[in-house]
Antibody
């Protein structure tokens, strides 16, 4: 069964770059069955889509974050990554990676457990 | 890309049915049949309940059902149970290959 696991620093300083990796298990990332995406949730707030990537490297980003976000993929390592630059305290959140079913940017079907990232000096 | 609008809270008693709404625009729910619903318990990752407006993924309870009318989607939970208490989020595909979420609805089982 498909599983996802986030990893990366839990504390990032303001103005620096937040970097997270999602490791995918039990499925080949080159499958056309899934897009791969990132979603975040600020403390006590709702969900926010950050962006998504296909195994070909094709990406789509939330317009409100596009200028600061880069999502990349390494299918040989079964990983995809998130980079968010120039972070502020407003970027403090639980970051989830997830698969998007049917190879389309529509629905997140399998989620990682999430990782809390705090932006603080 | 504005967030979808959900009521902050709904409540119901065990055994009852409740319906919660998710209102979008003519750029998302109004023109696409790609609404999803997620359940989230405290400290846990969201769980998919409904996709493409009315479809349940394998393993999702048939007590959950979805519908849509115009730019408003709805989630109905029948036979309300204590374990249904939690937060519910809708999402929709939006123009230019993007996804937008609602602000979430807190369900309280009385």
């Amino acid at each position: 069964q498909l599983q996802l696991q986030e990893s990366g620093p839990r504390l990032v300083k303001p103005s620096e770059t937040l970097s997270l990796t999602c490791t995918v298990s039990n499925v080949r990332m080159t499958t056309t069955t899934y897009y791969w995406g990132w979603v975040r949730q600020s403390p006590g707030k709702g969900l926010e889509w950050i962006g998504s990537i296909f195994h070909t490297g094709k990406t789509s980003y939330n317009p409100s974050l596009r200028s600061r976000v880069t999502i990349s993929i390494d299918t040989s390592e079964s990983q995809f990554s998130l980079s968010l630059s120039s972070v502020t305290t407003a970027d403090t959140a639980v970051y989830y990676c997830a698969s998007m079913m049917h190879g389309l940017i529509r629905t997140f079907d399998i989620w990682g457990q999430g990782t809390m990232v705090t932006v603080s000096s | 890309q504005a967030a979808l609008t959900q009521p902050a809270s709904v409540s119901g008693s065990p055994g009852q049915s409740i319906t919660m709404s998710c209102t979008g625009t003519s750029s998302d729910i109004g023109i696409y049949e790609y609404v999803s619903w997620y359940q989230q318990h405290p400290g846990k990752a969201p769980k998919l309940l409904i996709y493409d407006v009315t479809y349940r993924p394998s393993g999702a309870s048939d007590r959950f059902s979805g519908s849509k009318s115009g730019s408003t989607a709805s989630l109905t939970i029948s036979g309300l149970q204590a374990e249904d208490e939690g937060d519910y989020y809708c999402s929709s595909y939006s123009s230019s290959s993007t996804v937008v979420f609602g602000g979430g609805t807190r369900l309280t089982v009385l």
